[in-house]
């Protein structure tokens, strides 16, 4: 799946933080862009609507 915050593939192997919103786990390439997500997840999630439903 994509990092929400960058746009950055990341998979479960190479996440550097994760973060559970509403029921999904989102992957991060690094904790910088969970933090980011995480003060604002709406934000990042209006970004990219497709990326949702994986
Ligand atoms: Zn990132």
């Known amino acids: 799946m994509k990092d ?6 990341v998979d479960e192997g190479s996440a550097a933080a994760a973060w559970e ?3 999904t ?3 991060f390439c690094s ?8 003060d604002d997840p709406e934000h ?3 970004l990219g609507d497709d990326e949702r439903h994986m």
């Open 21 to 23: 919103h509403e029921g």
């Open 4 to 9: 929400p915050v960058c746009g950055m593939s």
């Open 31 to 38: 904790v910088g862009c969970m933090r980011r997500f995480r």
């Open 25 to 27: 786990t989102y992957l």
């Open 44 to 46: 990042f999630l209006s």
